[in-house]
């Protein structure tokens, strides 16, 4: 079939009331994966994104349909996916897949709309990857109350998280916010946007639009992202080793390069907020859910390359869970990430004005993979011959962590409430680094999102960083 001349609304109905469903997944896939799985996650998606709110299934019936404790609806005749959701369907069909559209790319950074605001120096940079992607960084070279640059200022690279961008580092008011505490303190610093977020859209040959644009995981931010943005402001600084911080999946890519030996000798030291390593001890029961499920994979048949929590897709569960009995959105966060001791309410309101940032299904694939397997290893493509394809072996390569060099210096913070970074897994990390030169700060009562925003931070957390950087 040609789906570019389909009508698409038409066309999934037809293959849901068939029993054809599993038209949908690309061809190239057909014997790697489980197909009465992916039937099930399908339908099951289709019937998520159903007109009336009233005939979508509530959390519990999914919970139990996933579990195999109650048998999906059969997908009714007159069903059909909110309009606004395939209102303007990008270019027709690509392969047997569909790109949703994309907001229109905002082409200024974040200087003007959260640094300039207040009094602080701050400069737009642009960096080009190996593989095509143009990634906006900020830059603040010196502090309010500096008049100008310090000359030889030790740079610092921070790196934001899963769902989020270089706003992480600036949410917060000046004496809050980690990112103008280390340029008052004498820092030059520099803000990293991941590929695919808001201000980092662009590639040299491909729009957002286009499945390949969305073609990567954590892997490509390994390779790519973080040795572009390196090698960028190096010779920006005097060719001055720098100080690294990264929260969450900021934490992963920064361990994953170290443990291949790279970079290390373009830094002083590391500081890891929140570390993603090891992951099968996740304690957040949504997210193991939607990593045992293969949920990502579904998006992935259904030709979602891009996950976005802002489309319509996300929006329509995350509005099915928050209208549960004894569950707001405040608690749906906590659900993820843990009970946050001591975020502000102005916070919370920031944060949803800006965030959440898109990233590609292929890297909630690999992050998935992560908590049902307990390993660290590139993307499983669960086909020898595309591992063989891509690796030169029939199982993706680990990333060792204990080839971390055993005396590069590692700052490594973590909460006893966090959901996502869990205590045993930073534990399980910990272990293997046992030999290594860290400094180690455990707080009880921090959970994920404590790390970057809480109010009482700047204390408890920033002002041990900042004398471990300066032994550094």
């Known amino acids: 079939m040609k789906l570019e001349k389909a009508n698409l609304v038409s066309w ?4 849901a009331q068939s029993g054809n469903v599993l038209d949908l997944v690309d061809e190239r896939l057909k014997d790697s994966y489980d197909k009465e799985q992916a039937s099930l996650c399908i339908n099951l998606a289709l019937l998520c994104l159903q007109r009336s709110p009233e005939s979508r299934p509530d959390s519990g019936d999914i919970v139990r349909i996933l579990k195999g404790e109650m048998d999906a609806p059969v997908v009714p005749f007159e069903f059909s996916p909110s309009p606004k959701l395939y209102s303007s369907v990008v270019h027709g069909v690509r392969d047997v897949g569909f790109q949703l559209p994309r907001p229109v790319r905002v082409d200024n950074g974040s200087c003007k709309t959260m640094v300039e605001i ?4 701050c ?7 190996e593989d095509g992607y143009i990634l906006s960084i900020q830059r603040i070279p010196n502090g309010h109350s500096i008049a100008s640059p310090r000359p030889n200022a030790i740079p610092v690279l921070l790196e934001h998280g899963l769902f989020m961008d270089g706003i992480t580092w600036i949410l917060n008011t000046p004496g809050e916010s980690l990112g103008f505490i280390l340029a008052d303190n004498g820092f030059d610093v520099w803000i990293a946007n991941a590929r695919g977020t808001k201000y980092s859209s662009g590639h040299t040959s491909l729009l957002p639009d286009d499945s390949a644009y969305w073609d990567w995981s954590w892997d490509e ?3 790519y992202d973080l040795p572009a943005t390196v090698k960028y402001i190096y010779p920006h600084t005097a060719e001055q080793k720098l100080h690294y911080v990264g929260h969450s999946l900021g934490t992963l890519i ?3 390069s170290f443990s291949e030996n790279a970079l290390t000798n373009m830094f002083r030291s590391a500081a890891l907020l929140c570390p993603i390593a090891y992951l099968d001890q996740v304690a957040s029961v949504l997210v193991q859910a939607m990593a045992k499920t293969f949920i990502t994979e579904a998006f992935y048949w259904l030709g979602l390359y891009e996950f976005n929590p802002n489309e319509e897709a996300a929006q329509n569960l995350l509005k ?8 707001d959105c405040y608690d749906l966060m906590s659900a993820i990430t843990g009970k946050n001791c001591c975020l502000n309410a102005s916070t919370i309101e920031l ?10 299904t292929k890297n909630m694939i690999h992050l998935a993979q992560m908590i049902r397997m307990g390993t660290i290893t590139k993307f499983d493509y669960n086909n020898e011959e595309e591992n063989m394809k891509h690796y030169g072996q029939a199982t993706p390569p680990p990333y060792n962590m204990s080839s971390i060099p055993i005396d590069f210096p590692l700052f490594i913070a973590y909460g006893g409430k966090d959901k996502l970074s869990d205590v045993q897994d930073v534990k399980h990390l910990l272990e293997v680094l046992k030999s290594h030169n860290i400094k180690i700060l455990y707080q009880e009562n921090y959970a994920h999102f404590d790390f970057p925003w809480a109010v009482n931070a700047n204390k408890v957390i920033y002002e041990p960083l900042m004398a ?4 550094h």
């Open 320 to 327: 099915i869970l928050c209208e549960q009995p004894g569950v």
């Open 351 to 360: 944060y949803l004005e800006h965030e959440p940032q898109p990233t590609a």
């Open 118 to 121: 207040y009094g602080y120096p």
């Open 468 to 471: 471990f950087f300066k032994l």
């Open 12 to 15: 999934c109905r037809h293959l």
């Open 254 to 256: 920064a361990l994953a």
């Open 221 to 223: 931010l390994t390779a």
């Open 123 to 129: 400069e737009e940079h642009t960096v080009i990857t």
